[in-house]
C-alpha cells in the first residue's frame, strides 16, 4: 500500500525493546516519528540512531514520541544498542521495533526491493496526534538523514497547524512566516495586528 500525506498511519502491535507495543495507544496524544534503519551494527545507522537519542529533549518540548525500526531481532537491538552507547556517547532512550518478519516494514512500504529485498530503506513518517500522516521520506541507506530538518518540519507543521500561516524556503523557528493565500487582507488585518509586509499579493511576510 502507498502511504500518502493525510492518510491514517496504519495500527500495528510490535515487539520493541521497551516491550510490546501497541502503535496507536503508544502514541496517545503525541506527535510519532516512525523511522526504519537499514541494518543493525552498520555505521551510518550507529550515528542516526545515536544522534536521535541525544534529541529527545527537543522532542519533548515539542510532545513527539520517536520510534525506531529494522528487520533485525530483538536480541540484536539489544546488543546493538550497547555499541550506540559506547560509541554516540548516549544511550537510546526510544523504543527500536524488532521486525524480523517484515510485517510493519510491509505495512508503511520501507522495502524497495530494487534498492535491496531484504532490508528497509531509510524511511521517515512524522504523525500527528491525530494519526494522519503529515511527512514522509525515503533516503539511500548510503546517506544519514537530517534528523534536525526532521524537528525543523515538526516546528513549520506545530506552527502552521495552529495559525493560517506557511513557511517559506529554509524557514527555522522565530524566523517570519508566510501567510497563506487563502486568507484575504481584511481577514489577516483581524490573525495579523502585528502588520505584515506584501512583496505581491500572494506573497506577505508576517511575523508569527
Ligand atoms: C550504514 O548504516 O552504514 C549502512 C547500512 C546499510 C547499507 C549501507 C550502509
Redesign the pocket.
Known amino acids: 500500500m502507498t502511504l500518502r500525506l493525510g492518510d491514517i498511519a496504519p495500527d500495528f502491535e510490535a515487539d520493541t525493546t521497551e516491550g510490546k507495543i501497541h502503535f496507536h495507544d503508544w502514541l496517545g496524544s503525541s506527535w510519532g516519528v516512525l523511522f526504519s ?3 543493525n551494527y ?5 550515528t542516526e540512531l545515536g544522534y536521535t537519542a541525544k534529541l529527545k529533549p527537543e522532542f519533548d518540548k515539542r510532545n513527539v514520541k520517536a520510534i525506531g525500526l529494522s528487520v533485525d531481532k530483538l536480541e540484536d537491538h539489544h546488543g546493538w544498542s550497547k555499541d550506540i552507547e559506547e560509541t554516540q556517547g548516549t544511550a537510546l532512550n526510544f523504543p527500536l521495533i524488532a521486525d524480523a518478519d517484515k510485517k510493519v516494514a510491509n505495512l508503511y512500504d520501507m522495502i524497495h526491493p530494487n534498492a535491496s529485498d531484504t ?1 528497509t530503506v531509510r524511511s521517515v513518517f512524522i504523525i500527528d496526534p491525530n494519526k494522519k500522516i503529515r511527512l514522509t521520506l525515503t533516503y539511500p ?2 546517506t544519514g538523514r537530517n534528523f534536525d530538518e526532521i524537528l525543523r518540519v515538526i516546528d513549520s507543521l506545530q506552527l502552521t497547524d495552529k495559525q493560517k500561516l506557511a513557511t517559506p524556503v529554509n524557514w527555522k523557528p522565530g524566523d517570519d512566516a508566510i501567510i497563506v493565500p487563502a486568507v484575504k487582507d481584511d481577514e489577516a488585518k483581524t490573525l495579523f495586528p502585528q502588520g505584515w509586509k506584501t512583496l505581491k499579493p500572494y506573497l506577505r511576510i508576517v511575523k508569527p
Do not use: F, G, R, Y
Open positions: 534503519h537499514p541494518k552498520t555505521p551510518v545507522c550507529t532490508v541507506a548510503s
